[in-house]
């Protein structure tokens, strides 16, 4: 018999103990993984919408890697919504949760920026605003402020509190209606869905049932309009619907060839066309924004060309301005008024900061010279909830 494979009672008790210290050394690395588990290195970031869309209620991001700061970097003004989208996705640290940052509000995303900069960045930010004495001012000759802002002391708003007061205005509306208007509401918005009991169905009842996340519903006399939150992925298709008209046009422009003109007049001439042709692109850009807000049609799901086609054709405009109000007044997510005073008038406003803020303010940049992907002149000129489509 080989004695080396005969373990001495000393050897087997040395061994027995190892396996003991091995077992609790197991058990501190399973805590110190439950530690990890809490994500000492991310950031939680616990959303106003609650999980009402498609992102979960909470989520906690890493900070973004040398390479992200890069892929920003690089980006087109076009396609700098997408690149945030796949770095948000790379920097969520939570096991088993789905997570499409195509999905995200405008609201998700801005908070998610917001608690990324506020973890590893600092509270310091610096907001960049135009006023509005520089609006008459050549472009060139414009100067934008920059307001430092302290990112621990904004106020945020939640998705419930912005369906009560939904609910409330909903109630005022269901109020003014006859009885007979208020059934053929009932009828329309129920269409596909119709109610066990119409009767019971109280004005009260119907209002209650309203919430931020659903299609709400706008009769304009003839037709339901059913009206639904934008995600990013629409203002990614907004995107690309405008690029594809006016790229190759902008593109034409630069290759024209024109003969008894001086070089530097050509190159005169095309950039202001291309600039008019740009201008073109930002409005158009906003008003299909603005079309993907419509939902439905008497009950029926519009597709993305009809919606476009509805928008230029069929809605009222007043339809769309009342839209425009309900989105302003149930606001939730960063809700702060900051003000703001202009070193240049020494006017002091008001403004609210979801609405003039850019997503592209929050970025990380990759030093600090490198700021091409901040909001310029044109665009800060603007400044309103049209500043959240990165690409105009
Ligand atoms: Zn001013």
């Not at 002391?153 to 007979?180: G, P, V």
Request: proline letters at 3%; hydrophobic letters at 35%.
């Amino acid at each position: 018999m080989d004695e080396s494979k005969v373990l001495s009672p000393q050897e087997v008790e040395r061994r027995r103990q190892s396996t003991q210290i091995q077992e609790k050394e197991n058990e501190v690395f399973d805590d110190l993984k439950k530690e990890t588990k809490a994500y000492p290195t991310a950031v939680e970031v616990n959303f106003e919408s609650k999980g009402r869309f498609d992102t979960p209620k909470t989520l906690h991001f890493s900070d973004y890697k040398p390479r992200h700061l890069n892929d920003i970097a690089v980006s087109s003004s076009d396609s700098l919504l997408k690149t945030v989208c796949k770095i948000l996705e790379e920097l969520v640290v939570d096991d088993n949760v789905e997570f499409k940052a195509e999905n995200q509000v405008i609201e998700e995303l801005i908070e998610s920026l917001i608690g990324i900069k506020m973890k590893f960045e600092g509270n310091a930010h610096t907001h960049r605003w135009m006023c509005n004495c520089q609006s008459d001012e050549e472009e060139a000759d414009q100067t934008i402020n920059e307001t430092i802002i302290n990112l621990s002391e904004l106020t945020f708003t939640s998705i419930e509190e912005a369906d009560d007061k939904l609910r409330e205005k909903i109630k005022a509306d269901l109020d003014a209606l006859t009885d007979k208007e208020y059934k053929e509401y009932l009828l329309t918005k129920y269409k596909n869905k119709p109610l066990d009991d119409i009767e019971s169905h109280t004005r009260e009842v119907e209002a209650a049932s309203n919430k931020i996340t659903a299609p709400f519903y706008i009769n304009d006399g003839k037709v339901m309009w059913g009206i639904k939150f934008l995600r990013l992925k629409d203002i990614m298709e907004a995107n690309s619907y405008v690029s594809g008209i006016y790229e190759p046009k902008i593109k034409l422009i630069q290759n024209r060839k024109e003969h008894g003109i001086p070089l530097h007049k050509l190159k005169e001439k095309k950039a202001q066309e291309i600039k008019a042709l740009q201008e073109e692109q930002g409005k158009v850009m906003l008003s299909y924004v603005e079309a993907m807000l419509l939902y439905s049609k008497d009950g029926v799901e519009l597709t993305s060309q009809e919606k476009w086609k509805a928008y230029n054709e069929e809605v009222p405009r007043y339809i769309m301005d009342e839209v425009r109000k309900i989105f302003d007044n149930f606001r939730f997510g960063l809700n702060h008024e900051i003000e703001l005073q202009c070193p240049m008038c020494g006017n002091a406003e008001k403004r609210w900061l979801q609405l003039s803020i850019d997503p592209r303010e929050l970025l990380p940049v990759r030093n600090s010279g490198d700021n091409k992907t901040l909001p310029t002149v044109n665009e800060l000129r603007g400044a309103s909830r049209v500043a959240f489509y990165f690409g105009t």
